[in-house]
Nanobody, 123 residues
């Protein structure tokens, strides 16, 4: 399984970015893809997740109302639309995949990880 994350960059506070995560060589047909982020000196934290068929999503409190996670099953790609970005959103964003149907919050429950993409929000 390989995950390719992209779309990070530098944006001013209040701006938007869209991250993409494309999965390839998947070995399971039922799965959840999630986004996590990790800021310097902090633990990796959950941001959002979506079930493979889009039937369920889950957001962290900080992402709720500002970020939207969607999936394109035909392309095995998940998008994270991030609006109203704040300097506190600055981090490396990682996508990850786990088999199963439940969008869990804990990083250790995800089987495979992408390489990460940097998001920097300036004030």
């Amino acid at each position: 399984v390989q995950l390719q994350a992209s779309g990070g960059g530098l944006v001013q506070a209040g701006g938007s970015l869209r991250l993409s995560c494309t999965a390839s060589e998947l070995t399971f047909s039922i799965y959840v893809i999630a986004w996590f982020r990790q800021a310097p000196g902090k633990e990796r934290e959950f941001v959002a997740a979506v079930r493979w068929n889009g039937s369920a999503t889950r957001y962290s409190a900080s992402a709720q109302g500002r970020f939207t996670i969607t999936g394109d099953g035909a392309k095995n790609t998940v998008y994270l639309q991030m609006n109203s970005l704040e300097p506190e959103d600055t981090a490396v964003y990682y996508c990850a995949v786990r088999s199963g149907i439940v969008p869990l919050l804990t990083p250790s429950t995800y089987n495979y990880w992408g390489q990460g993409t940097q998001v920097t929000v300036s004030s």
